[in-house]
């Protein structure tokens, strides 16, 4: 548990978090397209680290594991913040749902009634990309999301108490439903949340590659928060460098399975080359937008994958710490090449042009950034503070207090 | 072959030591993993090198506490993973981006070629990727699981460790042994002893190394032997298929649905006086559909003449031109040009490279213009000089559709600019 020095961090986190939420909301009548955009860059981002924390917790009960015993706690911590983020996603779906203002009929173009009137693609796919439907999908998914975490965290801190294994067995029968409803949900969440960006445009392998980032996204957390956490004076005995190699090797193995995805992803619509799909690429292809496609290949994928190739940053925490600061920033950045890059309104017969990248784009972002951010810090503190840093009475505990990579 | 060598480590009066042979090593064993460990320690401490420790599982710290430095594998793993990566880059450009021209002394079977796959470019990375990525992988596995076992000296068929009978019952199930070889440079047969006794043995037994090597090995040896001559067989075959001739039709192993028992078409069958397989209609029968006896509708001919119009059944209007303009543009246009004036880019490229090509006749010069109706419809069924018969591919109606087609191209060459409607000027002055 979190001494009292968090309690001061965790309010300055909360007032943080207000202030940038704040900025933002002063900023809107700047760019309301921006502000829209800027939110939903943050929104995707920080809901993805609660999603990989949700996805590691229903995996170790699935697996049985017990070299994680001593982390899991913390990844229980994160998916506490669901409830924040819930109602930080409020706005979008609120806007989407009470007739939404102009600009957000540039960023979802299905919600604006009379374009869809005149696209036969959106009409097509209105019974589905519709206001009620939408508000009522984000609903179930938070809802969702919140029971599941809220179940594992609950009986997880019941046995603290307790002590009682048979909770153990009772995490582990429901973590098989648990984890195909959680792929389903992320699934069509990224499908509505960011594939309805451009809703021409499809993927089907779109909801695996949000997967991908929200995994790595999340172990670069928590191999992270574990480093700072040492350094603050806890968990010193409990996490080993064991268990820091263990969280490394899944954040190399994360990194793989992004680029292997994304590029399964681009691969068969550059080869198929058909305009209905390869019009998401060009956009990315375009002005200030390639940079940011080369800046995600080398540093989503390249530079991290050769640093980490090693078992020496996996094995010192402290060379460690960098590189997932590092890969953090690279799926911030891989949020942002989803949300950010569009095509301004093109004249009927010209060449459709990429949209340049404003000045209010990036503050929405940067204050999104930190309001959202500041809630979901102050979300996941406060849930540390309320319980045990590490499963006191899990019966594997003693398997991974003593867990040895070689 | 000799029972096992024994030992102070049995119970007394099992078997005779045999002590004839050379000291190979001291085995001690020991009674669980922790006193192992501990053993392991003081071994390490005391400066052996060449000793090894056995147990019936892994043991977690047992590197550590025998002193076992990182292994160079992954290093090794690395080098031949980026050579995969290397190998999968220039197979690739080698076999279908590199301008065979540039490399002309390569032999020809060893040169790639330029294949045009979607209309890419013949270097395009992103395709290059999937098999890049293969040949990485495969070369690491390849590297990781041989480097492996060429590290760990293995195969490793026998050890004279193996006579030890202390060791073969029990270093798999419960027994943890510690081994120090004589070939050590700090080997001293006593001194090792009393050390291995002191650290805390059950028992400190030799191990003799005989010149005859075990039957099981001499085995194992005959039968490797034996094993890769008759490996040798498939490609010895193969090579004398290479180089010899042979009127044998081929060896045919897997006979799937090849060969029933059944005639076919053009072989002999005895049951018939004319000995065909493939039976003759009756004499006077026609296949539905097959009677064909409209002479001017199917070959163009009048009496013995080529018919100057068209036939009765095929009504010439708009309809039926449009049918041959599309049809011409399919069968025709590719030599004769869609102007019909044998432009088209088959004979453009026949008559640069030359040889025994004729020219694609202008549908439109003097001597088509004067032909009748039925001599084109002729030529198109059955095919002039390079020309091929087309009767066998298109529909007599779809025939007479392109003369009409032909047709309307020679009047429309030599039409003047007065016959056309007034509209339809004003519509080409603009152009």
């Known amino acids: 548990m979190l001494g009292e020095g968090a309690a001061g961090w965790s309010r300055a986190l909360l007032v943080l978090g207000v202030i940038g939420l704040a900025a933002s909301a002063v900023l809107a009548p700047l760019g309301a397209e921006s502000f829209f955009r800027g939110y939903l860059v943050n929104l995707a981002f920080f809901s993805s680290l609660a999603l990989g924390a949700l996805f590691f917790v229903i995996l170790q009960h699935l697996t049985r594991a017990g070299w994680s015993v001593v982390v899991r706690r913390m990844a229980e911590n994160v998916t506490g913040a669901f409830g924040a983020l819930g109602v930080l996603a409020l706005p979008i779906v609120l806007a989407v749902l009470l007739g939404a203002p102009a600009a957000l009929h540039h960023v979802y173009h299905w919600t604006d009634a009379e374009h869809v009137a005149h696209d ?69 969440f990224s499908f509505d949340l960011l594939m309805s960006l451009e809703a021409h445009w499809y993927s089907t392998i779109f909801g695996v590659y949000y997967f991908s980032g929200s995994a790595l996204g999340f172990f670069a957390l928590l191999a992270g928060s574990m480093h700072l956490l040492q350094r603050a004076g806890y968990g010193r005995e409990s996490f080993t460098q064991e268990h820091f190699h263990d969280v490394g090797k899944l954040v190399f193995a994360f990194v793989v399975f992004w680029a292997y995805i994304a590029f399964s992803q681009y691969m068969l619509m550059w080869y198929g080359n058909l305009p209905e799909e390869t019009g998401w690429y060009l956009t ?106 590490v499963p006191l009475r899990d019966p594997r505990l003693p398997e991974s207090l003593a867990f040895h990579n070689i | ?38 053993a392991c320690e003081r071994v390490r401490d005391a400066g052996f090198s060449r000793w090894d420790a056995h147990s019936p599982y892994p043991i977690h710290g047992i590197d550590e506490a025998m002193g076992i430095r990182m292994t160079r594998l992954p290093y090794l793993v690395f080098v031949l993973g980026l050579t995969g990566c290397l190998t999968g880059i220039g197979l690739q450009w080698w076999a279908n981006a590199a301008d065979a021209r540039q490399f002309g002394f390569v032999p020809t079977f060893l040169q790639g070629y330029n294949f045009p796959v979607s209309g890419k470019p013949f270097w395009s990375f992103p395709a290059n990727i999937p098999v890049i990525f293969e040949l990485t992988i495969l070369f690491s596995a390849l590297a990781a699981f041989i480097g492996m076992l060429a590290m760990n000296n293995l195969p490793l068929f026998s050890r004279p460790v193996f006579r030890s009978r202390a060791f073969t019952e029990r270093v798999t199930s419960h027994g943890f042994f510690v ?15 009393t050390f291995l006794e002191s650290i805390g043995a059950l028992g400190v037994e030799r191990v003799e190394d005989h010149d005859e090597a075990p039957l099981r090995n001499a085995w194992i040896k005959r039968g490797a032997v034996i094993a890769f001559m008759v490996l040798l067989i498939p490609p010895a075959m193969i090579a004398k298929a290479w180089t010899s001739k042979s009127n044998d039709p081929r ?67 708009e309809s039926l031109i449009r049918r041959g303009q599309q049809r011409f543009g399919v069968y025709c246009a590719p030599c004769h040009g869609l102007d019909g004036s044998g432009n088209g880019p088959v004979n453009v490229r026949a008559m640069e490279l030359g040889g025994s090509w004729v020219a694609a006749a202008d549908l439109a010069d003097d001597e088509r213009r004067s032909r009748p109706a039925g001599h084109l419809y002729n030529t198109i069924t059955n095919g002039i000089r390079t020309m091929p018969a087309y009767g066998d591919r298109i529909k007599p109606e779809d025939r007479w559709a392109i003369v009409a087609y032909v047709r309307a191209l020679q009047h429309a060459r030599h039409a003047d600019a007065d016959a056309l409607p007034p509209d339809l000027v004003e519509q080409l002055k603009d152009r």
């Open chain 1, 120 to 188: 036969a693609v959106l009409r097509g796919k209105s019974a589905y990309l519709n206001g009620p439907f939408f508000a009522l999908r984000m609903l179930l998914y938070f809802g969702l999301w919140i029971a599941l975490a809220g179940f594992y965290a609950r009986l997880s801190r019941e046995q603290d108490r307790t002590g009682d294994a048979e909770l153990t067995t009772r995490m582990q029968a429901r973590s098989a439903p648990s984890i195909i409803l959680y792929a389903l949900s992320l699934t069509f």
């Open chain 2, 251 to 317: 060896v045919h192993i897997i006979q799937d649905m090849d060969n029933q028992e059944k005639y076919k078409a053009q072989q002999s069958m005895p049951l018939f006086a004319d000995r065909r397989a493939a039976r003759q209609p009756l004499p006077g029968t026609v296949a539905r559909g097959d009677l064909r006896s409209d002479d001017h509708l199917y070959r163009g001919i009048v009496g013995e003449q080529f018919a100057d119009d068209f036939p009765a059944s095929v009504l010439v209007n």
């Open chain 2, 1 to 38: 072959m000799q029972t096992s060598g024994v030992s102070t480590i049995e119970r007394p009066g099992v078997a005779a030591p045999r002590t004839d042979g050379k000291l190979h090593a001291l085995l001690a064993e020991f009674d669980s993993p922790q006193t192992l460990i501990s």
């Open chain 1, 284 to 389: 990315r292809q375009r002005g200030p937008w390639l940079v940011v496609s080369f800046l995600l290949l080398f540093g989503h994928f390249v530079v991290p994958f050769l640093l980490l190739i090693s078992r020496y940053p996996k094995r010192h925490p402290r060379a460690l710490v960098w590189l997932c600061a590092w890969v953090l920033v690279a799926h911030w950045i891989d949020m942002f090449y989803l949300v950010m890059p569009h095509n301004l309104p093109a004249e009927a017969g010209t060449e459709a042009q990429a949209a340049p990248l404003l000045l209010t784009d990036v503050l929405q972002c940067l204050t999104a950034l930190v309001g959202i951010g500041g809630v979901f810090g102050w979300a996941v503190l406060n849930r540390m503070r309320s319980a045990a840093l």
């Open chain 2, 179 to 193: 081994c120090i070889e004589a070939a050590d440079p700090k080997f001293n047969e006593a001194r090792a002893r």
